[in-house]
């Protein structure tokens, strides 16, 4: 990882995500859930308001040590408890259905191994346990579509991993989720960026 990765993107990330209309969505996405949530992509903490006081315990899952430093004081304000649990999705340090419900925003977008977080969501999740997501991804139109398959290289470069033709709802429904609830639309912005997802799904065992 070089500099610019673990010391910029982090950074950016905060800033970028953390705006008034980005913290509508994730007060929005983390309403609902409750007792001990599971939170990948935990990044700066930005969700850490938006949490419900229903929620009793968050463990996160982190792999941005800079992210985690920028966090430190959110944490540390936080009245729910927050403890870590592994630094990558794919390898979630918990035992089996030991959480009541998982939340991500804008990271599936950028998991190497998107398929096998997820698998290891539903491992850890409770029969029955909710999953709430938020995310950008594919685009429905052709035309933005295409641009967002020509920018993709220079998306993961520039935003360290992260891809512009995922889609958060088909890669949802693939790990065997069964959803909900979703709602898409274009938010303000370039196209290839603002087709934002939110959903709503649980583990179906």
């Known amino acids: ?28 996405v983390a309403a609902g859930l409750s007792g001990t949530v599971l939170e990948i992509g935990f990044g700066s903490g930005l969700n850490i308001k938006s949490y419900a006081p229903e929620i009793e315990l968050v ?21 729910i408890p927050i403890q870590y649990a592994g630094l990558h999705g794919e390898t979630v340090a918990l035992d089996d259905n030991s959480c009541d419900g998982a939340l991500c925003t804008f990271t599936l977008c950028t998991i190497p191994g998107v398929e096998q977080a997820l698998a290891e969501l539903r491992r850890v999740l409770k029969p029955g346990g909710k999953f709430h997501f938020l995310e950008h991804g594919l685009a429905p139109d052709t035309k933005t579509q295409t641009w967002q398959r020509r920018l993709d290289p220079l998306e993961k470069r520039l935003a360290d991993g992260c891809h512009l033709t995922r889609d958060p709802v088909e890669l949802v429904k693939a790990a065997g989720f069964e959803l909900e609830f979703v709602h898409s639309e274009y938010t303000k912005g370039p196209k290839p960026w603002v087709f934002i997802t939110f959903g709503q799904a649980i583990n179906a065992k």
Request: with cysteine; glycine share 6%; hydrophobic share 45%.
């Open 1 to 28: 990882m070089g500099f610019y990765s673990k010391h910029i993107v982090p950074r950016l990330i905060d800033k970028m995500c953390g705006t008034p209309a980005m913290q509508q969505g994730r007060d929005a």
């Open 59 to 79: 463990y996160a899952v982190e792999p941005a040590l800079t992210a985690r430093k920028i966090a430190v004081p959110r944490i540390a304000a936080s009245p």
